[in-house]
């Protein structure tokens, strides 16, 4: 029958691939016309392209390749033109590997199966790694003789590529959990069989094999009896966590039956569907610190005695510590004090002595001998009254006080004061609020504000004069010593010579001054500080060597008899996404620690450089960022520079930039255009999550 030719038409039907099957010139082809085939072919064919399933017909010794719908996306771009061809030339990519799977299936009759076999097939031009389920089946004439292969399979490299990255996943999670401080575990269906569970785990419980894959009931047989097992079931069940404070729980350790206190959270996890899938847990082992909780409240029971005997002498070493703080700021002060008052002294006593004998002589014309003795005299009043104010011990007299009115009363004595060759802007608040303070006080500071800016620009420049309403949060208060609340604020900036770091940190110490000998007390900023923390208020320097210096004074916001103190709440911090990065630069470390600590705190993805060059490193090497927040004053390359650098780089990328300098003080220096997003230094949490938010949503 092998042998026997049937002259029939092609079978009826199969889709795409039995009309392309029909179609096809097959008397000009080896295979010759259907009407010669053999009938075990016919068979195979109306199989095949009937089947659903992915099949195909590798015919005779050349293998001469036939095919269905189903199978017909598996050769991609080689379809339709595959249907005829030799299985080598259809498929010289993959024969290497199922070219002798297919000739021991001829020669042996016998057939073959793969399961997840990676076949490196050409796809759009590249190799990619596929894997499949295929089997290879002989199609036999009634003689036992092998005429082809009966291929069926499917594709399996999504399953394969997923499986990999479960376990990719799960890897990083046992890498993570190996770090995390607690005990952690994860559970897997409703009879909790372990997933993940990490060494802290396997201490606290006292287990030394592999976990995974136990049903906890199993593993941890003595915890059943304890209710442990039927609260998993209930947060399964219910979808709810649970939340254990140091509960007691026995464990076999070591060979022996342990009793730990623990803390431990019970957490569901969902699915992609959202259905609960398994369980998280966190534990704590807080044995030893219930222990010393015991103690200590024993230890309490017998405190008090100790106490009231111990308060006395720690009352008195705290007193000698106070007498010899004085006794060393004392003689911190004394040189510098004696210094000033012999230099006054001298004009005094000799004014007073040349007098003496112009007197004597009968001679009256001695009034520049008392103006010298009286100059004299007010100087060492004036420093006494600085003395005074850096000790804080100085008499306030205190008024409610409109900051923008009395910066305008004195431009014009600054004016006069200054010298031409400095430029005086002042850029008043409006609604200002008022402060209450001493007003001659504040005159004085300002003044020796305004004479330090001076000083510090012998070829001229510019004295910019700035308020604002101002407010300090509770955690920058707790770090510099100031209540949080509401403030009227005060700038006094400078383009003049500015300060190193070396002498910022000096700057308010009483005698410390770089002027030379003659030219300065070096209690200006001194008696600024002192007066000002009388105040109530709170004074930032702010300066970089070549860009001038910004001294803020903040002062508390007076409610009078018409304004009632509004109860402080608490701004809504708009929190970000970590879908949005921010990139920080910034050459200070300790802000730029902050910064990019307090970005994470609202959600954002953080990138930090030290510098303008690290930062066009970062982003020429392709980092992604959606804002660009930087410091406008920065060695080298200034913030400004930065931002067009960067935006050259990634056109449309925000830009905040930051900076110490009063805002107008540092458009006219020239590191800030007036009309870029800025956020003033210091700034609160809330203050930066608004202007971040609102320079991303620009």
Known sequence: MSGTRISTVLPSGGGEMGERIRAFDWAAHPLGPPERWPATLHVALRLCLNSTFPTAIYWGRDLHLLYNDAWAHIPAERHPW?????????????????????????????????????????????????????????????????????????????????????????????????????????????????????????????????????????ALPEVVEQGFV??????????????????????????????????????????????????????????????????LQTLNATLEQRVIQEVGERMHAEEQLRQAQKVDAIGQLTGGIAHDFNNMLAVVIGALNLLQRRLAKGDTDVTRYIDAATDGANRASALTQRLLAFSRQQPLDPSSIDANRLVTAMTELLGRTLGEHIQIETVLAAGLWRTFADQVQLESAIINLAVNARDAMPNGGKLTLETANTSIDATYGASHGVPPGQYVLICVSDTGTGMTPEVMSR?????????????????????????????????????????????????????????????????????????????????????????????????????????????????????????????????????????EAAVALLPGLKVLFTTGYAPNAAVHSGVLDPNTSHLPKPFTLDQLAERVRSALDS
């Open 230 to 295: 039927t609260l998993l079931d209930r947060v399964y069940e219910t979808g709810e966590p649970f939340i254990g404070d140091s509960v007691p729980i026995e464990l076999v350790r070591n060979g022996e039956r342990q009793t730990r206190i623990v803390d431990f959270i019970y957490q569901p996890t969902r699915d992609l569907e959202g259905r609960i899938d398994g369980i998280f847990t966190l534990a704590l082992d807080v044995t030893e610190r219930r222990q010393a909780e015991v103690a």
């Open 82 to 218: 595959a249907l005829g061809q030799r299985g080598p030339d259809v498929w010289p990519d993959i024969w290497p590997i199922v070219g002798p799977q297919f000739d021991d299936v001829l020669t042996k009759g016998s057939g073959h199966t793969s399961f997840d076999q990676m076949l490196p097939m050409e796809r759009g031009g590249r190799v990619t790694e596929t894997y499949w389920n295929y089997s290879l089946s002989p199609i036999m004439d009634e003689h036992g003789a092998v005429l082809g292969v009966f291929n069926q399979g499917n594709e399996t490299t999504g399953a394969i590529v997923a499986a990999r990255m479960r376990e990719a996943e799960t890897e990083r999670l046992r890498e993570l959990f190996a770090q995390a401080p607690g005990a952690v575990c994860v559970l897997r269906g409703p009879q909790h069989e372990f997933y993940i569970a990490n060494d802290a785990y396997l201490e606290l419980t006292g287990r030394t094999g592999d976990l995974v894959g136990l049903p906890v009931a199993e």
């Open 507 to 643: 700057a308010f110490d009483p005698f410390f001054t770089t002027k030379a000998v003659g030219k300065g007390t070096g209690l200006g900023l001194s008696q600024v500080f002192g007066y000002v923390r009388q105040s109530g208020g709170h004074v930032k320097l702010y300066s970089e060597p070549g860009h001038g210096t910004t001294v803020k004074i903040y002062l508390p916001r007076f409610y009078g008899a018409d304004e009632v103190s509004a109860v402080e709440s608490r701004a809504v911090i708009r929190d970000g996404s970590t879908s949005e990065t921010i990139f920080v630069v910034e050459d200070d470390p300790r802000v730029r620690a902050f910064s990019s600590e307090a970005l994470r705190e609202l959600g954002y993805s953080v990138l930090t450089a030290a510098n303008g060059a690290e930062a066009l490193h970062q982003l020429q090497s392709g980092a992604k960022v959606d804002l660009l927040f930087t410091d406008m004053v920065m060695p080298e390359m200034n913030g400004r520079q930065l931002a």
